[in-house]
């Protein structure tokens, strides 16, 4: 049996998966190997083929990969809920984003960081069209094709970081203002599942069991996640 466990999580989870690794060895389980990326780029990976005992997603992306056959069905446990929220750059001022109305007037007049792949980025893509400003949103904006949007705050690019809560705290040098008006999102439900051809498989279920316990709860509001 490895003395480690190949996890694949969605980049919402890499803040909780980093913080609760150390945790779950101190209670006797084998070291977590964890690689992150958004959802749709594990998909890919996946079904390339690329080997793994545990994978995080969102809750539709990890149903497709077990009607794949890929996950094993009865393995899949919910573990969180995720928001998409706005930051800035640390000591700047924090605009209103409370109402659809302040939202849509700060939004046009910043320049707008956002991610092409992940749940956020295509909620937040889905949200400028129904407002009717993603033209003008778009023409400004730094559009990056995966990885953290905040990142572009601190350099200088951007004044508005978009993405999920949890992956906003994870950058340095930034505020996050809070998360969009709830009315306008649904929130991203992630969860965890055994690959169908786990290499190490009892230890994957011990860790899905840990992962969905109470012990983690506070470690994944930490983060920026309902659990």
Same mark, same amino acid.
């Given at each position: ?9 969605? *980049? ?9 690794? #150390? ?14 990326? %958004?959802?749709?780029?594990? =998909? ?12 995080? *997603?969102?809750?539709?992306? =990890? ?5 794949? #056959? ?22 700047? %001022? ?6 659809? $109305? ?16 992940? $749940? ?16 003008? &949103? @778009?023409?400004?904006?730094?559009? &990056? ?19 999920? &809560? ?14 969009? %008006? ?10 965890? #599942? ?5 290499? @190490? ?9 840990? =992962? ?11 983060? #920026?996640?309902?659990?």
């Amino acid at each position: 049996m490895s003395d480690a466990i190949r996890v694949l999580s969605t *980049l919402a989870l890499k803040g909780a998966v980093h913080g609760l690794a #150390g945790q779950y060895q101190a209670a006797g389980g084998v070291r977590i190997d964890a690689d992150f990326a %958004p959802t749709l780029a594990l =998909l890919d990976r996946l079904r390339a083929g690329e080997a793994a005992d545990v994978v995080i *997603l969102t809750r539709e992306g =990890l149903d497709e990969v077990a009607r794949e #056959g890929r996950v094993a069905a009865e393995s899949c446990v919910d573990l969180a809920r995720s928001w998409v929220g706005i930051a800035v750059k640390a000591g700047a %001022p924090h605009p209103d984003i409370a109402t659809e $109305a302040a939202l849509r007037a700060t939004l046009l007049g910043a320049r707008v960081a956002y991610s092409r792949l992940g $749940a956020s980025g295509i909620l937040f893509a889905k949200l400028i069209e129904r407002l009717g400003i993603a033209a003008a &949103i @778009n023409a400004r904006a730094v559009i &990056i094709p995966q990885g953290f949007t905040a990142e572009r705050l601190v350099t200088g690019e951007a004044d508005l970081a978009v993405q999920q &809560i949890s992956e906003l705290k994870q950058v340095g040098g930034i505020e996050v203002v809070g998360p969009i %008006p709830r009315e306008l999102q649904t929130p991203a439900v992630f969860s965890a #599942g055994r690959m169908a051809e786990a290499q @190490n498989a009892g230890e994957a279920d011990r860790l899905l069991r840990y =992962l969905a316990s109470p012990d983690v709860a506070p470690l994944l509001r930490e983060s #920026g996640l309902d659990p």
